[in-house]
């Protein structure tokens, strides 16, 4: 019996090796075998896996194409220039600021060689703090008793200062003082950048 059992054993066996392909003699029998047996491991269809498989061999030999840069466009800019275009900027300075206002040799009164004695002359600083000359300037003094008077400055250089001054007329004095108005260019002769910085008030006292 158990050689019976054997000899079927050994009969079957050799039926099965004759009907199981050779994957040695025919390798495209082997790589759909492999494939098949990839399809099933992943979860994909054995239709869909050659397909697959062509499109990433397409990609893999697809040249490495990349999208062409857009560059912003360009502005044209205008070239730099750094010397600012000249001005004229005319403003006033006093003296002795220390002093009170109104005593003699104080702000824009006159100092007087004896001491005691009231000012005779009223004067201001003229400065140019632009980049350009200032040529001529024309400085008033309208005293508060109506006298006016004018004074003129040739040039002031860029940077530099003048001094402008005219002598207070007995008659300006009341009341123990002399009040003035002072406007530098006010016949409006020279084309600044800032004019609201040419007129003065103050006065002279004096002294008790």
């Not at 029998?29 to 047996?37: I, V």
């Not at 001005?87 to 600021?97: A, K």
């Not at 040039?155 to 003082?177: F, H, M, R, T, Y």
């Amino acid at each position: 019996m158990f050689a019976k059992l054997s000899l079927a054993s050994a009969t079957a066996a050799l039926a099965f090796i004759a009907a199981a392909p050779d994957f040695a003699k025919t390798p495209s029998l082997m790589k759909e075998a492999q494939a098949e047996s990839a399809a099933y491991r992943y979860g994909h269809s054995i239709v869909q896996l050659p397909v697959q498989t062509a499109q990433r061999q397409k990609f893999e030999k697809a040249p490495n194409r990349r999208a062409p840069i857009k560059r912003a466009p360009t502005v044209p800019t205008r070239p730099s220039n750094n010397l600012a275009s000249p001005f004229i900027d005319l403003v006033g300075e006093y003296f002795n600021p220390q002093i009170q206002e109104g005593m003699e040799g104080s702000h824009y009164c006159s100092n007087e060689s004896s001491p005691h004695q009231r000012s005779r002359y009223v004067q201001i600083i003229v400065r140019n703090k632009g980049t350009n000359v200032a040529a001529p300037v024309h400085v008033s003094f309208t005293f508060a008793t109506g006298q006016f008077l004018t004074h003129t400055i040739p040039l002031i250089q860029a940077g530099d200062a003048k001094g402008s001054a005219v002598a207070i007329p007995d008659q300006a004095w009341k009341n123990g003082k002399a009040q003035f108005h002072i406007s530098i260019d006010h016949t409006n002769q020279v084309n600044e950048t800032n004019e609201s910085n040419n007129a003065y008030y103050s006065f002279c006292a004096e002294p008790n």
